[in-house]
């Protein structure tokens, strides 16, 4: 089930795999932005295990849980990060208002997240922003879950997507955020958000692979 | 390029640590947020508080205007990235006085979220909140899109009305209008000599090739309307002033208030060469200027170049204007 161990699990991992990608990101992001991603990332997510720890997570149901993440990131992290993820954590609890979900349902919480991210950033597919991983991320849950793919598949479908994503973010000119300042200085270079973004959707992956074993 | 650095990661706490003991006449820290500087007098009740806030690295702004008939609290960010939404509610509790709160920032994608964001948490705690986003950098975007283009120095002049209007008592509505129509007669263009260096990353992450100017650059460095070849300061001055007046409502009784900033690396003396052929120009306009600054109130961390902001003058904003004011960037008394 896609519920309150389900989220720890996630958000621990994330931290870990977001520490290990600092400075990866924080370069990708020198290189169009103010190169900071990295930091702001891994500094939200580790801000987010240790807010759950504190407020005993495991005892809170699974909308709760992203309400407090969402409430770590609105205090650690500023820049256009903070608010898009809190956004995205506070509209992915909203899918999780009734409880848990299958987590042959995945795509309704990457639904939910990516909409909740693109109405705060008033952004698009096409953009070069988070969304060009989020989005294609939920819609290849949703195809692969359609088509009867087993929990683990539907989550690695969902990543490839991302990660093509987040590829295909290189030949995108910025329209949002502050890279849109640099315009087509912007072209070539792959987007950090997506970057970040498809590492996210790879940790639901191999926690789907790990359960599946 | 040689640097006074501890720690490149902790130069945003650092910076505030020693402006707040360098200024604790008029300032101190938020109990609970250190990134967030209030006014010693903040919270005054009935009156109106005035929030702003944004990335460090700009210094003296944000926080430098943090003082008395000014800005009431100021959230700080990191190196040139919108501050949590978190500080700016906190700053929002801090200025607060019952009588609502105006949040006057400028418009940059990640503080519009923060501010949105926290306006609507303060809101939630009974804090009645307005806010005005300024837009006075000329060259960010067209005239036709005015909605799209970043504020810059010019906040300085708004938070300035703002506040004043605050201190005779004004009401949030009486608030937020006179420091919209302060904004909305601010225009402000930049011209970079040479990009800033985030301390982390090490490098500039732009460019400006020896020999050339950055027409129109931003406060971090965003592109410019074009590069030139670099001129004489008197034309530079002249160019400017065009670009600045071309776009500016005209002011009634031909005054203007003006404002001329380095970007943080550029010689005092520089500005003050720039500044006699901008006086030249605008003079030669018939224009009569009132309220003249020239120094480094609003910088890009090593960025060298300066901005240039006039602002149309009526008599409300003369008068609002010369309120007394006392903060750390600027002591401003009525003139004899």
Known sequence: MIDTAYLIAFFRLAAERLEDARVHLCTLDGQVGDGDHGTSMANGFLAVTLRLRMVNAADLPPDAVLREAAQAFLAEVGASVGPLYASGFLSAARALAEGPLPRRDLHRLLEALAEGIAQRGRAMPGDKTMLDAWIPAAQAAARAAQTGKDEPAIAEAASIAASRGMEATATMIAARGRAARLADRTLGHVDPGAASAALLVRVLADLAQDDAR | ?336
């Not at chain 2, 501010?115 to 036709?144: H, L």
């Not at chain 2, 990009?195 to 460019?207: I, K, M, S, Y």
């Open chain 2, 1 to 336: 390029m040689q640097r006074f650095l501890n720690n490149p990661d902790d130069i945003v706490d650092e910076t505030v640590a020693g402006f707040v003991r360098a200024h604790g006449d008029l300032v101190r820290l938020d109990q609970g947020n250190r990134r967030v500087v209030v006014a010693r007098n903040a919270g005054q009740p009935g009156r109106v508080g005035i929030v702003t806030g944004g990335g460090a690295g700009h210094e003296p702004a944000f926080m430098g205007y943090a003082g008395r008939n000014m800005v009431d609290a100021v959230a700080v960010g990191e190196l040139f990235s919108s501050p949590t939404a978190k500080s700016f509610l906190d700053a929002i509790r801090a200025a607060d006085g019952g009588a609502g709160v105006a949040v006057l920032y400028g418009n940059y994608a990640g503080d519009n979220m923060n501010v949105r964001m926290a306006a609507k948490m303060a809101e939630a705690e009974g804090i009645e909140v307005a806010t005005v986003v300024a837009n006075d950098d000329v060259c960010s975007a067209g005239p036709d899109e005015r909605e799209r283009r970043r504020g810059v120095a010019g906040e300085i002049f708004m938070w300035k009305i703002g506040a004043a209007r605050a201190a005779r008592g004004g009401t949030l509505a009486e608030v937020i209008a006179s420091a919209q129509k302060a904004i909305d007669n601010c225009r402000s263009v930049g011209v970079g000599l040479a990009p800033c260096t985030l301390p982390a990353v090490g490098h500039p992450n732009f460019q400006i090739e020896p020999g050339t100017m950055e027409l129109g650059i931003g406060h971090h460095g965003e592109p410019g309307m074009r590069v030139a070849p670099l001129g004489r300061a008197a034309d530079i001055a002249t160019e400017m002033t065009g670009l600045v007046l071309d776009d500016l409502p005209s002011p009634e009784g031909g005054r203007v208030a003006v404002l001329v900033s380095g970007l943080g690396a550029t010689a005092m003396n520089e500005l003050y060469v720039l500044y006699d052929s901008i006086a030249t120009a605008i003079e030669a306009r018939g224009l009569r200027i009132g309220r003249t600054l020239v120094g480094n109130y609003f910088t890009s961390l090593d960025m060298v170049g300066a901005t240039l902001t006039v602002m149309a003058l009526d008599d409300e904003l003369s008068e609002l204007l010369e309120t007394d004011c006392a903060c750390p960037a600027l002591l401003h008394q009525r003139r004899a």
